[in-house]
């Protein structure tokens, strides 16, 4: 069947009130990001439905795209018909030879939004489900959980037909929920936290540490692939690198082996933050889970939170290592997670972090760096990429993943 358009359906927005109108016009925006890729594609967000005219577009992989768009509830591939019975009856007869398999049940669900069509939904129930049983011969009508249910739409502008429903990702459009920045180190944990971030219509830009030589291109280009799979979520999102090589050598000299991990994760939230009041953003995620390694322990929180009055949101907090493993594997970030890569964090480690550091421990040590001076030359050097679903930076570096795979 060659579909004209895919009828989106709202989900959780359509019970937004007065700002309803601006949650659709966001996720309008998001849809019309998400689908840049396919030329000649017309997206309409109206009160209670959203259309994807496809204009010949790969509908199969328009709806792979749409999957991943946070605020759509639901949608259906569709073929748009005149505003007459015959022809109504004609687009659902076809569209149900096409489907049917032996034994299959269906059932007929219109849904009348132009109440002056001649015929109303009972009707239009009983004359078309008698068109399929005469002209499908061997299916059965069942109306409750049937394997083929055929939807009519009829609207003011025009008859939609459609014979699938697919479930959408839910949640808030991105952008709807303000905006943050998202501390992604390219692990496993902080694209999950992204993605719970984003669903509640958080606008997320990333901020990646990166410390060459120590660590490799390998990381950074893994990073921006993650940030590649996570753009799906809101159609583009802003990508930046902040050097980190000189703070982390200049912490290693300085300050006691017990508080290095402190001290550096003092730093990339000092940066994180500046980052995000350069951008307008109202708050910092980050992956932690609670008790999960020695910085994310309540007494290392708060020797580093310590530094900012800024909103620090964990999503993970409560989540054990196989609940985060197994989001990882449905949002399709693991796989390319736990290829091996050096990681900022990973370097300079001591043997014994402090897992209980003492606050004022802290803030003395800190002092044996020039904060404000490495801050200054951080922020200078940082490079911003916007990363749109689709972009592949795996390929880019194919003699570098080479050697990783």
């Not at 049983?133 to 003011?156: A, C, N, S, T």
């Not at 390319?336 to 480690?349: G, K, M, Q, V």
Request: aromatic fraction near 8%.
């Amino acid at each position: 069947m060659e579909y004209s358009e895919i009828m989106v359906r709202y989900g959780e927005l359509s019970t937004k009130g007065k700002n309803k109108k601006d949650f659709i016009r966001q996720l309008g925006h998001n849809v019309k990001n998400a689908l840049s890729q396919f030329e000649g594609l017309e997206v309409h967000a109206q009160h209670d439905r959203l259309h994807v005219t496809l204009n010949g577009a790969d509908s199969t992989a328009v709806m792979d795209r749409l999957k991943g768009v946070f605020g759509i509830e639901n949608f259906s591939p569709s073929v748009k018909t005149e505003k007459n019975l015959d022809a109504i009856k004609a687009t659902v007869l076809a569209m149900a030879k096409e489907a049917y398999q032996p034994g299959m049940t269906f059932k007929i669900n219109v849904r009348r939004q132009d109440k002056s069509f001649e015929y109303d939904t009972y009707q239009l129930n009983d004359i078309l489900g008698g068109v399929v049983l005469h002209g499908v011969p061997g299916i059965q009508v069942k109306m409750k959980h049937p394997d083929l249910e055929l939807r009519v739409e009829i609207r003011l502008n025009g008859v939609f037909v459609s014979g699938q429903t697919i479930q959408g990702a839910g949640g808030l459009p991105v952008g709807t929920g303000g905006k943050a920045v998202m501390m992604l180190s390219g692990g496993i944990d902080s694209p999950v936290a992204s993605y719970y971030g984003m669903r509640r219509g958080v606008k997320l830009d990333m901020v990646h540490f990166f410390s060459p030589p120590y660590t490799s291109e390998q990381a950074l280009a893994k990073a921006k692939e993650l940030t590649a799979k996570l753009a799906k979520y809101s159609g583009s999102i802003q990508f930046i690198q902040v050097p980190f090589t000189k703070i982390q050598e200049t912490i290693k000299e300085k300050v006691p082996e017990g508080y290095l991990m402190t001290i550096q994760r003092r730093m990339m939230l000092r940066l994180t933050v500046a980052v995000a009041e350069m951008r307008h953003a109202k708050g910092v995620f980050n992956g932690e889970s609670l008790g999960q390694v020695a910085s994310q322990t309540l007494e290392s929180m708060a020797a580093i939170n310590d530094v900012t009055s800024m909103p620090i949101l964990r999503p993970l907090l409560s989540m054990d290592k196989t609940e985060i493993i197994k989001v990882a594997e449905d949002i399709d970030t693991y796989d390319l997670s736990i290829l091996p890569y050096e990681d900022c964090c990973t370097i300079f480690t001591p043997p014994a972090p402090k897992t209980k550091p003492d606050l004022e421990k802290s803030r003395k040590y800190e002092k044996f760096i020039d904060v404000e001076g490495l801050m200054k030359e951080a922020l200078d050097g940082i490079t911003i990429t916007e990363i749109r679903p689709g972009d592949n930076y795996l390929n880019q570096n194919e003699d570098v993943f080479a050697e990783l795979l």
